[in-house]
């Protein structure tokens, strides 16, 4: 699993976010991608996934069929129950890299989700959705997993549980986290500051 | 398609069910398009049936082929009508003075002896009603005794009779509904009266014409040109065209405002899962196919099942348009898993690529 930008430059509409940005990263790990509001955190993130196109430069992820993205919210089939959100993310079942998947029971006991197995997603606090969002794409035991703010909003507490499943996900996942938060950075083994082009 | 398309339909199932107050609004537009639907079936079965009576009263389903005025009519008329494919019976009748004043009115007795067996007599016309005289099969025994003919229904279900008598190119109501043509042995025909099956009589009055164009001429009694359509299967098309674009836009417009309003974001979700374009367009299609098929099959069970009488003619049940659905369906799915299929894509790109 490998994450490779090359003199990578993107603007968003008329302003240039950042200009020839080099980075290389071999997983599993967890790289932070930080800087302020607007310094082009999620357009790089959209970049890796394939969403955005780069304006100069070029990006190379690998494998790029095994990329996962957990945005920022964490979005949730909100009338399904946890269990449930976990099943739908099995349907799509085309990817052939995909390793042997752990089961939904394990993957929620792993993410101190399993006393809410049955509760629908819509009562969950912010921080057990976050959780839920990650624990739905771990099950999938994606090569590369990026995740937009996760911590965006919640309290301590969720903070350090959400940080906890980021980490144990990079155990054997290549986890690039765009964050505010410096309890999320400060648990990162690279850091990408995009303000100051600065590894 | 990256989700099979049995755990699509698992998948869109849930999605459907999975919010109350959706569903209860989905269950209440079908059940209201079910009922209104059915009520519109059993309205064109009403219909249908009742105009049918009309034309069957009125003599509907014969034709009279003709010599010309005061002539006697050549007898092979009537075995070349009879010849012809589709026609039941045919029969020839003399002249007559007075048809308008034949009929149940005129003397014929239908007696219900009991249940199952029916006496029918015409005693003041001196000539006796013999079983020779009946044209139409399908009675499970008769009798000639006293003048009249004894008429055994089967298990006491009515059997449309016809009977042909000397003086008689009409048609009467009796038996429970069925028709009596009556007549007896004659010695100078002027009509030959040709029993055919009422929905074919506009076709085989043109055979039969070509049969007997050199003994006379045809005409078909009941069926003024301002009668003469439409028929039971126009009457249908007719009703479905006022009724069902309309129930069917109605619904349809409910169907999609709920999907439009309930699932906008789950769609984002699910994209963020891995479900390609063509999964999205076929868990829709299904969502429709479902909305729309329960309770329109559920109208047609209910209806079927409720229609003891068998009155409801097959085209009203719209069958094909059914099968139709089924097949342009299927195609527009194969067609978006093919595209699917094709425009599957990688990320690996530099600015030109």
């Excluded at chain 1, 809410?116 to 959705?129: C, D, F, I």
């Amino acid at each position: 699993m490998r994450i490779e930008a090359n003199s990578l430059s993107l603007i968003a509409g008329n302003r240039r976010l950042f200009a020839d940005l080099n980075v290389a990263w071999d997983g599993p790990g967890l790289i932070a991608v930080i800087g302020p509001s607007g310094s082009g955190k999620s357009t790089f993130l959209s970049s890796l996934m394939g969403w955005t196109r780069p304006d100069e430069g070029s990006i190379v992820v690998q494998p790029a069929s095994s990329v996962w993205l957990v945005p920022q919210n964490a979005p949730l089939l909100d009338s399904r129950t946890v269990h449930e959100n976990l099943e739908v993310a099995l349907l799509a079942d085309d990817d052939t890299l995909l390793p042997s998947r752990r089961s939904i029971d394990e993957t929620l006991a792993a993410y101190r989700l399993d006393h809410q197995t049955n509760v629908l997603a819509k009562h969950l606090s912010g921080g057990e959705r976050q959780r839920v969002a990650l624990a739905r794409v771990a099950l999938r035991q994606p090569h590369i997993l990026l995740a937009d703010e996760v911590t965006a909003g919640l309290d301590p507490a969720s903070v350090k549980m959400v940080t906890e499943a980021l980490c144990e996900l990079a155990s054997h996942t290549l986890v690039v986290v765009a964050t505010h938060d410096e309890r999320v950075w400060s648990a990162s083994d690279i850091v990408l500051d995009l303000a100051e082009r600065a590894i | 398609m990256n989700v099979p398309i049995a755990k699509l339909v698992v998948e869109t199932m849930r999605a459907v069910w999975s919010r109350p107050v959706w569903a209860l609004i989905t269950v209440a537009a079908c059940a209201a398009v079910g009922a209104g639907l059915a009520a519109i079936i059993v309205d064109d079965a009403h219909t249908i049936s009742a105009r049918q009576d009309l034309l069957t009263a009125r003599g509907w389903g014969l034709v009279v082929v003709s010599s010309a005025a005061g002539e006697t009519l050549d007898p092979r008329a009537c075995a070349e009508a009879a010849g012809v494919d589709g026609v039941i019976a045919a029969g020839p009748v003399s002249a007559t003075r007075d048809v308008k004043a034949l009929g149940l009115d005129a003397g014929l007795s239908v007696t219900e002896v009991s249940i199952e067996v029916v006496r029918m007599s015409w005693p003041e016309s001196g000539v006796d009603l013999t079983t020779a005289g009946l044209l139409t099969p399908g009675l499970q025994s008769l009798a000639g005794l006293g003048g009249g003919v004894f008429y055994l229904r089967e298990g006491g279900v009515s059997v449309p009779v016809r009977v042909s008598r000397l003086d008689a190119p009409g048609r009467y109501q009796a038996l429970d509904g069925g028709l009596l043509i009556v007549r007896s042995e004659i010695d100078s025909p002027s009509y030959c009266l040709v029993d055919v099956p009422p929905e074919e009589v506009e076709n085989l009055a043109l055979d039969i014409a070509a049969a007997t164009v050199s003994f006379g001429t045809i005409s078909v009694p009941s069926l003024s040109p301002s009668e003469a359509s439409p028929t039971p299967g126009e009457l249908v098309q007719q009703h479905r065209d006022r009724h069902f674009p309309l129930i069917a836009g109605a619904f349809l417009l409910i169907i999609t405002a709920v999907r439009l309003l309930r699932s906008r974001r789950d769609r984002a979700i699910y994209r963020l899962l891995r479900f390609g374009r063509a999964d999205l367009w076929t868990m829709g299609i299904i969502e429709y196919m479902f909305l729309m098929g329960v309770p329109v099959m559920s109208a047609f069970a209910t209806v079927l099942l409720a229609d003891q009488g068998n009155r409801v003619p097959t085209q009203v049940l719209g069958l094909r348009e059914a099968a139709l659905l089924c097949v342009v369906s299927t195609i527009v799915a194969v067609a978006f898993a093919s595209l699917s299929a094709v425009g599957r894509n990688t990320h690996q790109f530099a600015p030109g690529a």
